[in-house]
């Protein structure tokens, strides 16, 4: 017995000096532990999309972006992705909606393809990509069907991802990538 009351009666000094130690554990509950990784970055997890998928609307380019995005929001990626034609609000001004997307998303992933240089609307995508924050590490250049002297001016200064060579591989990549990203 007497063993049996010091166990209860230390075990109730624990419950007291953990009551003590906490603050106001009685009106809140306690916040699950975060694990310390890129994956739960605060930045990332504040966004609405991980990423924004920025393509021509020829449609090889709109085939080439819906299987990237497969890809990324497939089981156990499960990444938040936006595409313009898919997840746009109807009605709405092109220009506002990519802003507002451009500004919703961790990261920018442009696929640039000799159509997507043609046509003005890409470009203005690009820019506003730019804009939003040119050194930032947040855009990630995915090039296909094109050589390196067709890789645009503005661009110059980022490493791109080659999809010729290996389409999973950069697909695999613009996933790190976003993970990585803080």
């Not at 063993?3 to 554990?25: D, G, I, M, N």
């Not at 709109?62 to 936006?82: D, G, K, N, T, Y």
Request: charge should be positive; hydrophobic fraction near 30%.
């Amino acid at each position: 017995q007497k063993l049996w009351k010091s166990k209860v009666s230390s075990s109730a000094q624990r419950e007291q000096e953990t009551k003590k130690s906490s603050p106001s554990s009685s009106s809140t509950p306690p916040k699950p532990p975060q694990p310390q990784s890129a994956t739960s970055s605060l930045l990332r997890w504040s966004r609405k999309y991980d990423v924004v998928v920025c393509h021509s609307s020829v449609h090889s380019d709109i085939q080439e972006a819906v299987r990237l995005v497969s890809f990324l929001e497939a089981s156990p990626r499960s990444l938040r992705c936006f595409m313009m034609q898919r997840d746009a609000c109807p009605g709405g001004a092109i220009s506002t909606e990519l802003c507002q997307a451009v500004q919703d998303s961790h990261l920018r992933a442009l696929l640039i393809t000799p159509d997507f240089l043609q046509d003005d609307w890409c470009t203005y995508m690009m820019h506003q990509v730019l804009a939003e924050g040119p050194m930032s590490n947040r855009i990630i250049p995915l090039v296909q069907n094109l050589s390196h002297s067709q890789y645009p001016q503005e661009l110059r200064f980022y490493f791109y991802i080659d999809l010729d060579r290996n389409p999973d591989r950069g697909y695999n990549l613009v996933n790190t990538t976003v993970l990585k990203c803080e």
